[in-house]
């Protein structure tokens, strides 16, 4: 278990729809890092967030958005959903501020949506 | 952007026998590559990365290797066991991005 807790684990809904991945980071870290796993195109880093702010940004659609809040736990949104979206989605957290490679990252469980 | 290339996309060993998966990037300006494990259904987990600076990197079984000249770095698995088996992706990062290898799925062999 690496202390980094996901919500929910599946998700089944409908084209066009919107829905919101919640993540809680392991306590006291600070960063929180998004990514999808899909078959088509494998693990990608969508976006990074620290302390509230974003901190880096990877292939991340403009129908999707992330949030991080004061008690650092972060949502990540994601509307008009098309059955392209249907992935496995991750958060990882880290302590520090730096970028994605700047340190050890710690994943969550995921959360697998499925768009029909 | 970046690109890794990643190699082989399966791997069958035997028991007790030794694995490499190697990986390439493009990005010169990348500096730090970890490996992860992934089980199936089941998150990615750190199993040892190397900073730009490094040229080798041993745990126990597993070693990585860097060569920033060339732009390539392996991960080295000896004297595998069943409980390897699973798939393996390299990253190559910078401050600003992560970008994944293809995944290598290993099988080891009873």
């Known amino acids: 278990d690496s202390g980094v807790t996901q919500t929910p684990k599946h998700l089944i809904t409908a084209t066009g729809q919107r829905v919101t991945l919640r993540c809680s980071p392991r306590?006291?870290?600070?960063?929180v890092y998004w990514y999808q796993q899909s078959l088509d195109q494998g693990l990608q880093f969508l976006i990074q967030?620290?302390?509230?702010?974003?901190?880096a940004k990877g292939n991340i659609l403009e129908r999707f958005s992330a949030q991080q809040f004061p008690d650092l736990h972060s949502e990540l949104n994601l509307s008009s959903l098309e059955l392209g979206d249907s992935a496995l989605y991750f958060c990882?957290?880290?302590?520090?501020?730096?970028?994605?490679?700047?340190?050890?990252?710690?994943f969550g469980p995921g959360t697998r949506l499925t768009v029909l | 952007g970046e690109n890794v290339e990643q190699h082989p996309s399966t791997l069958s060993v035997q028991e007790g026998d030794s694995a490499v998966i190697k990986c390439t990037y493009s990005?010169?300006?990348?500096?730090?590559f970890p490996w992860y494990k992934q089980e199936l259904g089941k998150r990615p987990q750190l199993i040892i990365d190397?900073?730009?600076?490094?040229g080798e990197k041993k745990d126990q079984r597993i070693a990585v290797t860097l060569n920033k000249t060339a732009k390539h770095f392996s991960l080295h698995i000896t004297e595998t066991q069943p409980e390897d088996s699973a798939v393996y992706f390299c990253?190559?990062?910078?401050?600003?991005?992560?970008?994944f290898g293809t995944g290598t799925k290993l099988q080891v062999i009873p």
């Open positions: 990882a957290s880290s302590p520090t501020s730096g970028g994605p490679g700047t340190d050890t990252q710690y």
């Open positions: 306590s006291g870290d600070l960063s």
């Open positions: 967030y620290y302390n509230g702010e974003e901190r």
């Open positions: 990005d010169s300006a990348s500096n730090y």
């Open positions: 190397i900073r730009s600076n490094v």
């Open positions: 990253a190559s990062t910078d401050y600003q991005k992560v970008t």
